[in-house]
């Protein structure tokens, strides 16, 4: 399968998440359908992404996966849309999951707060589900940088709070 035939799969998934929303002020009733649609098409569709993206990076060479980095800088070769294929399926994973929990319990408009927590979950569970299916780091194109940042951050709380519990304990 082509790379550029899987993102234009996933333009339709993404824009159909938006789809209630826009419905929600003409056809209430329909609206409501459509969010229990999404109950079962959110995870299936996110499983057929994920599953797509495993196919694609195999049949893909490294050299065509890895964005360039340290010296490599100083040749500006453009980069190109395989350097952020797997960002892009991170991106649908990302969108999807957050509507199907706004689904599930309605929170409005995230708070930053929670969205902050929410997005460096996803990223690091996105990562570690790409190194359960046995695709290496180096075919992770831009969401490798995404996913180092995440965590790190995640370590870092996470240790800040064992101290502070058992600070207090």
Not at 99 to 115: C, K, S, T, W, Y
Request: charged share 15%.
């Amino acid at each position: 399968m082509d790379f550029r035939l899987y993102v234009a799969l996933l333009v339709p998934s993404v824009l159909a998440t938006l789809l209630p929303d826009v419905l929600e002020p003409l056809e209430p009733r329909l609206a409501l359908i459509i969010k229990v649609i999404f109950i079962v098409w959110i995870p299936a569709s996110l499983y057929i992404s994920f599953r797509l993206l495993c196919r694609i990076i195999a049949q893909m060479p490294v050299e065509q996966l890895l964005p360039l980095r340290g010296h490599e800088l100083e040749r500006r070769v453009p980069e190109r849309l395989e350097h952020y294929i797997t960002l892009i399926t991170y991106g649908h994973a990302w969108l999807s999951l957050g509507r199907l929990l706004d689904v599930i319990h309605p929170l409005g408009f995230f708070p930053l707060a929670v969205m902050m927590a929410y997005t460096l979950i996803t990223a690091v569970a996105f990562g570690r589900c790409l190194l359960i299916a046995g695709i290496n780091q180096n075919h992770w194109g831009h969401f490798f940088d995404l996913y180092i940042l995440n965590d790190l951050f995640l370590r870092v709380f996470i240790r800040v709070i064992r101290k502070v519990t058992t600070l207090f304990s």
